[in-house]
């Protein structure tokens, strides 16, 4: 049976003569070119593109393949780039924020009642490419009493759109803890709009935080008169500042 299919293919390559074939023998041997004697059930004859002749004994041919000829590389070659020409190629411009884990880091600088910075983090959950709700937690700078605070809040943001480059607005709600003076600590929050591009995003906004300080009687706010019929004595002075915001993110 064996023999049958190895002159059935044999005959087959003498009709398509354009390609090479390939004699694989028992022992390993590997012999590339033309099939130019076949004695049935004897021998085959193989001429290689050197033009040495081999003869080989049926009982010691392991199988025959067919090479590609080059022109059927060329053909397969054309047929590729003819199709990438006609199929036009889409830019992918939808969002790169996907379902899951999702976090971000932003610094921003605001002004109004008090000014200062702060740098915040925030990290939790991606529902779809525009819906976020995270817990967030930072470091806050004000230029009133020179105080340091860190706020905790929930943040919720949604991107308006399921693109690259999307507006988008976010709310944050929680607690503004002071770290110079306990009796300032109280509620914070924030309203910011703004437009991502791609991972980074730009936004403005408003914020209120609870800030104070120690001050002198007689004092105005930020400074201002001193009457000495109070000595030195002290009080702690509180208030919800209100202020612009500017932000600048990027989210992982």
Request: charged share 20%.
């Amino acid at each position: 049976m064996k023999k049958l299919y190895l002159l059935l293919f044999l005959a087959a390559a003498q009709i398509t003569t354009s390609a090479k074939e390939v004699v694989y023998l028992k022992n390993g041997s590997i012999i590339k070119g033309d099939i130019v004697e076949i004695v049935p059930n004897k021998t085959l004859t193989v001429e290689t593109a050197d033009g040495s002749t081999f003869v080989c004994n049926y009982d010691d041919i392991d199988k025959i393949a067919r090479e590609k000829s080059e022109n059927n590389e060329v053909i397969a070659k054309k047929s590729e780039d003819n199709e990438a020409l006609a199929t036009p190629k889409i830019k992918d411009n939808s969002s790169p924020l996907k379902r899951g884990y999702s976090g971000d880091v932003s610094s921003g600088f605001f002004a109004g009642e008090v000014w200062g910075a702060d740098i915040l983090t925030t990290h939790g959950f991606r529902f779809n490419p525009k819906l976020f709700v995270g817990l967030g937690t930072g470091l806050r700078f004000t230029d009133f009493a020179e105080s340091f605070s860190i706020p905790i809040f929930v943040n919720f943001r949604y991107d308006v759109l399921n693109n690259k480059i999307s507006p988008f607005f976010a709310i944050k709600s929680g607690v503004n803890i002071n770290l110079e003076h306990s009796f300032a600590t109280g509620f914070y929050g924030a309203f910011d709009a703004g437009c991502r591009f791609g991972h980074f995003y730009v936004s403005t906004g408003f914020e209120t935080a609870r800030d104070g300080d120690e001050c002198y009687y007689g004092y105005y706010r930020n400074g201002g008169y001193y009457d000495p019929s109070h000595g030195n004595d002290t009080y702690d002075y509180d208030f919800q500042a209100i202020n612009f915001a500017l932000r600048f993110g990027f989210i992982f």
